[in-house]
């Protein structure tokens, strides 16, 4: 099955992908959603000798399961700038309303679907500094961000769509649980 859906993808993607589209504009980005939708990933024990406190895989520092996910606000901007002809560069900033912040810059590319070019899959990858509030515990603060956006734009160059993204520390700290983000964009173009 799995045979199946990567043809019909890369059939589809070949007859319908554009590659050489490019956009011109600048653009801003808004968005919200949840972080840690998946609900994985361990928090700080408040009393450490508490029973379900758990020092877990190595970790010196006690910790409990965390399976909550919060409310995450986006803001980004990509840049008409580009690198080695299809990749830009990209700034973001998130805020959840569990006091967690996520500073990131990297690189994103667009690649364009449709007769119309009106369909827009903007895959990105990021670094950035992680500030975890009441939030998940991450494990480091230097995180990477990997995952994209799946947009329809308009004939305004606006595009409204989502995107999924999942942030790792590469095994830089004593934990790496990881934490996934969907978040619902709407994107505003400019020169």
Not at 58 to 80: D, H, K, L, R
Not at 121 to 131: C, D, F, K, M, R
Request: with cysteine; charged share 15%.
């Amino acid at each position: 099955m799995k045979k199946i859906l990567l043809i019909s993808f890369l059939f589809f993607a070949s007859t319908t992908l554009d590659v050489e589209a490019q956009s011109k504009y600048s653009r801003l980005s808004i968005g919200g959603g949840l972080n840690n939708f998946q609900k994985n990933g361990y928090a700080i024990c408040p009393n450490p000798g508490d029973a379900g406190c758990d020092a877990g895989s190595g970790s010196s520092t006690p910790s409990v399961p965390y399976m909550q996910s919060s409310t995450a606000f986006n803001i980004e901007y990509f840049t008409n700038f580009n690198i080695l002809k299809y990749l830009k560069p990209f700034v973001g900033f998130v805020y959840t309303d569990a006091e967690a912040y996520y500073s990131y810059g990297g690189l994103s590319g667009d690649l364009f679907f449709g007769k119309c070019k009106c369909i827009v899959v903007t895959p990105s990858l990021a670094a950035g500094w992680y500030i975890d509030g009441s939030e998940i515990k991450l494990g480091h603060k230097v995180e990477f961000r990997s995952g994209g956006d799946v947009t329809y734009r308009f004939n305004n160059n606006v595009r409204i769509g989502v995107g999924f993204f999942h942030l790792s520390n590469a095994n830089l700290g004593d934990r790496n649980p990881g934490s996934e983000q969907v978040i619902f964009k709407y994107q505003i173009p400019f020169k």
